[in-house]
């Protein structure tokens, strides 16, 4: 891992082999050299990424990364990939970095009724616009997916494969989560949402098949919903 993943993002654009959807956020055209000087390398980047999307129960946790453009560090992956140790691990270490003030983040929990009552898409927006007001002026927010943001925000489809400071958010936004999951399984202790972190396992559909939803459960999501 480098951390130059601008560079080689307008590496790929300058030979006409990424997506337009890179072209079109990094606003480079390759037909028109004259250009190319205007995509220029950030001082400072903030990375977003969400956890909790697809789950069945509990909040939507977005987090944001503050760090120098360049920064990395060895055990940075995106979150899915790591084991429950090395997650704690990696964690654990940015927890340092951050009391160092290398880097800094800020985190924003969005409940099961909150994602209800503005819809996943609605919800998910603002929580990334509110997560990235950690940049200050002239840093770069760059947020994982494809998500309609407004302003200047660089949305890049999977940034959490490649963007340091959004596989930092995404293993911060995981780890507090997961723990976030693990306190509300002593609260509804039918679920074993200490186990499956509110996703849609066999265990989990079992116990909701038996207790029936239970507080922090989304309605708006199947199984739950009722669909005209």
């Known amino acids: 891992m480098s951390g130059c993943w601008i560079d080689d993002r307008l590496s790929e654009l300058k030979s006409g082999s990424t997506d337009e959807v890179v072209r ?20 400072w980047v903030v990375g977003s990424d969400e956890v909790g999307l697809g789950a069945l129960a509990g909040p ?6 503050r760090a120098p453009y360049g920064w ?25 970095s951050v009391r160092k003030g290398s880097i800094s983040f800020k985190y924003v929990s969005i ?24 940049a200050e002026k002239d840093d770069m927010v760059v947020v994982d997916g494809d998500i309609l943001m407004p302003g200047d925000v660089v949305c890049l489809v ?12 995404s293993i911060i936004a995981k ?32 116990a909701i098949k ?13 199984p739950f919903r009722e669909d005209p």
């Not at 939507?60 to 990364?65: A, M």
């Open 210 to 222: 038996r207790h029936g939803p239970c507080e922090i459960h989304r309605r708006s999501y199947k």
């Open 24 to 43: 079109r956020h990094l606003q480079f055209d390759p037909k028109t050299y004259a250009r190319w000087g205007k995509v220029e390398r950030p001082k």
């Open 72 to 96: 990395t560090e060895p055990y940075l992956r995106d979150s899915k990939k790591l084991t429950g140790r090395q997650l704690q691990k990696a964690y654990m270490a940015l927890m340092e």
């Open 175 to 206: 780890v507090l989560r997961d723990t976030t999951m693990c306190d509300l399984s002593t609260v509804f202790p039918s679920y074993g949402f200490d186990k499956h972190v509110g996703y849609g396992t066999e265990a989990h559909y079992e």
């Open 111 to 134: 409940s099961s009724q909150e994602l209800d009552s503005l819809g996943v898409a609605t919800a998910t927006r603002q929580a990334h616009w509110e997560a990235a007001t950690l």
């Open 60 to 65: 939507l946790v977005v987090c944001s990364v």
């Open 158 to 169: 999977k940034a959490d494969t490649y963007v340091p400071q959004v596989m930092a958010a």
